[in-house]
C-alpha cells in the first residue's frame, strides 16, 4: 500500500511554470507506475502524463506535450510535474495515481490503485 500527498499547486498567470510534486509513502515505491491526471470543473478526469518505474518511459497527452514533464526520484519516493507554458485550459484540480499491478503506463484512470487528495492549478488569462 502507498499513501500519495501532492503540493505544488497555486495560481498563476497565462505563461508561467509551476512544479507539482507527489510524495509516496512505503518502501516499495519504485515497483508503482505512476501518473498524474486532472480534472476539470463539470469535465472528468483526464490522463496528463505517466512515467514507468525505472522513470525510462514517459508518456503525455497530447494536449501538454512540449510543455510539461514528469519525472520521478525512486530513492526519494517522490514524482514531479513540471508545467511550462501554462495556459487557462491548463485549470484543473491535479492528482498523483500510483498502480502496482499493470505491465505498461496506462492511461485510463482505472487502472489505478492509489490517489492523492489532488492540489489546485489555476492559470489566469
Known amino acids: 500500500q502507498v499513501q500519495l500527498v501532492e503540493s505544488g499547486g497555486g495560481l498563476v498567470q497565462a505563461g508561467g511554470s509551476l512544479r507539482l510534486s507527489c510524495a509516496a509513502s512505503g518502501r516499495t515505491f519504485s515497483n508503482y507506475v505512476m501518473a498524474w491526471f486532472r480534472q476539470a470543473p463539470g469535465k472528468e478526469r483526464e490522463f496528463v502524463a505517466g512515467?514507468?518505474?525505472?522513470?525510462?518511459?514517459?508518456y503525455y497527452a497530447d494536449s501538454v506535450k512540449g510543455r510539461f514533464t514528469i519525472s520521478r526520484d525512486n530513492a526519494k519516493n517522490i514524482v514531479h510535474l513540471q508545467m511550462n507554458s501554462l495556459k487557462p485550459e491548463d485549470t484543473a484540480v491535479y492528482y498523483c495515481?500510483?498502480?502496482?499491478?499493470?505491465?505498461?503506463?496506462?492511461?485510463?484512470?482505472?487502472?489505478?490503485?492509489?490517489w492523492g487528495q489532488g492540489t489546485q492549478v489555476t492559470v489566469s488569462s
Open positions: 512515467i514507468s518505474r525505472s522513470g525510462g518511459s514517459t
Open positions: 495515481a500510483a498502480a502496482l499491478w499493470v505491465q505498461s503506463t496506462p492511461r485510463g484512470s482505472a487502472a489505478y490503485d492509489y
